[in-house]
């Protein structure tokens, strides 16, 4: 295939991710239809399904980009700050992000029980996301600020258990505050290794 045939696929692709991640988040996975995006993007569904055989298979570029962002936010937060201020960093931005995709994540976890298909894809997004967080972690352990000496998968599930129960508290009502101190106590625990 040329390659501006290529580029020009890659550009419609992201078009059209971008345009279902805003409908996805606003009307949720069973809410959202392929007619609904492809009217959002002024072209028919047929057009769309060249893309995307699916709405499954567009959920998941989708939740690509949302590891993509996730990463951006692991990077952002950390670059050139302490343990510390880069705690506070990622949880104010992840106290920002994750509730977007809560209700979303919610709703696909519940279909996952009925579909198979939605099973294997989220439990493959699951591990998918720990790898970005784990792979983030083996880079902080190469510039000193995680210890060496801890396993990055263990510490990428404790992050992340901690993380989301936190967030999920702060949604029943825990004061944000407490929330971001805990976060941070817990943090600069599990980083060390003694």
């Known amino acids: ?14 078009k ?11 009307k949720g996975y069973t809410g959202t239809t392929m007619e ?13 399904y060249q893309y995307f055989p699916g709405k499954e298979t567009l959920y998941a570029a989708v939740t690509d980009r949302c590891r993509e962002e996730l ?8 670059k050139n700050r ?6 506070i960093a990622l949880f104010d931005a992840l106290a920002d992000f ?7 994540y919610v709703e696909m ?15 493959q997004d699951r591990r998918k996301d720990l790898q970005v967080v784990e792979q983030f972690i083996v880079s902080q ?3 000193g600020l995680v210890s060496r000496g801890l396993d990055p998968r263990t510490l990428a599930l404790a992050c992340d258990a901690l993380i989301h129960g936190l967030l999920m508290d702060i949604m029943m009502g825990l004061d944000k505050n407490e929330a971001k101190a805990i976060w941070i106590a817990g943090l600069e625990r599990l980083i060390r290794a003694d």
């Open 16 to 26: 059209i991710v971008d345009a279902a991640y805003g409908i996805f988040l606003e």
């Open 1 to 14: 295939m040329p390659r501006i045939i290529q580029q020009y696929r890659e550009e419609v692709r992201r």
């Open 109 to 123: 976890t519940l279909l996952g029980e009925r579909n198979d298909e939605i099973k294997t894809m989220l439990r």
């Open 36 to 48: 609904e995006i492809a009217v959002h993007l002024g072209v028919t569904k047929p057009a769309l």
């Open 98 to 104: 994750v509730p977007k995709y809560n209700a979303m």
């Open 71 to 78: 990463y951006a936010i692991l990077d952002r937060s950390y």
């Open 141 to 143: 352990q190469e510039t």
């Open 82 to 87: 302490n343990i510390r201020d880069g705690s």
